[in-house]
């Protein structure tokens, strides 16, 4: 049965309706940046742009690296926005957009994320790169589709009873990055370990300003929280979206961040925009290695 209009919405010239792409507009290996304007930050690196669009925070470029054909998106904030994107890119590749039906030979994306985050631990200094072996989802979003096949239970029912997780929040979902695409982009000096993705900035991430929390202390028993080798390492808004639903979806997907801040010591970068072209440079390399 074919997909109604109503829930594959495309535009009037045949485009999906928020990333503003036809299938031929985007390459096999995708980055994914949160910050619009870091797309050309990505895309000045490459020999030839071949396409260029934006609507909204959703900006792509598609441009050849030596030789290698690579798309750049911007994804904005958050994992609603991840939702939008990883479900717009897969009917790109794996949905006939004239017929509105799922194609019989489905295609798996590259997905690598070039983010920017807060380490938790003080061993994880400003300007270091971590690459996420795992994303831990306590926003929510990924609780309206059916997880039961890419979870880890065990790992999820310790940090509930280590960090006494309220049941008035959604429950936390731990979530594997591809170990392909992990053991093309690591490197000796990089980090690893599990990346919690937060539905907002302020108060899901533990700050203060004028609001109190509901639980004050929900950051340092985070901190404090180690299962099978794996401490949570640093915070953010997108990477457990982009693992979950690159999963559930049949794409490969990695996280590469930038620590930017470290929130156990206070400490952030003099010079972020430097640290973030470190990491741009540091992965386009490795893609093409």
């Given at each position: ?45 490459f020999d030839a742009i071949e396409f260029k669009t934006q609507k909204r925070e959703f900006k792509t470029h598609t441009g050849n690296l030596n030789g290698k054909r690579i798309s750049v998106i911007s994804t904005g904030i958050g994992p609603d926005n991840i939702d939008i994107v990883l479900n ?202």
């Open positions: 049965m074919s997909i109604k209009a109503s829930e594959l919405i495309l535009n009037p010239d045949g485009s999906v309706y928020h990333l503003n792409l036809k299938p031929e507009h985007i390459a096999e290996t995708i980055i994914l940046v949160g910050d619009q304007d870091r797309v050309d930050k990505v895309s000045k690196h717009e890119l897969d009917a790109l590749v794996n949905i006939d957009l004239e017929t509105r039906l799922p194609k019989t030979n489905l295609t798996s994306l590259n997905l690598i994320r070039i983010g920017t985050s807060g380490a938790l631990q003080a061993s994880i200094p400003v300007d270091s790169f971590v690459l996420s072996s795992a994303g831990l989802d306590i926003n929510g979003m990924l609780h309206a589709y059916q997880m039961e096949n890419i979870c880890n239970p065990d790992y999820e029912a310790a940090f509930i009873k280590h960090t006494y997780w309220s049941t008035n929040k959604a429950r936390p979902i731990l979530v594997k990055n591809s170990e392909s695409l992990e053991k093309k982009l690591i490197d000796d000096n990089i980090y690893k370990g599990v990346t919690l993705t937060a539905g907002g900035f302020y108060g899901p991430q533990g700050r203060v300003l004028r609001l109190p929390l509901q639980d004050p202390d929900l950051n340092t028993k985070i901190d404090s929280f180690s299962f099978d080798g794996y401490q949570v390492t640093n915070l953010e808004m997108e990477t457990s979206a982009i693992y979950g639903l690159s999963k559930l979806l049949g794409h490969h997907a990695v996280s590469l961040n930038a620590i930017i801040a470290n929130r156990a010591t206070g400490d952030f970068s003099k010079n972020p925009s430097e640290t973030i072209e470190k990491l741009i440079t540091y992965t386009l390399n490795k893609i093409l290695a």
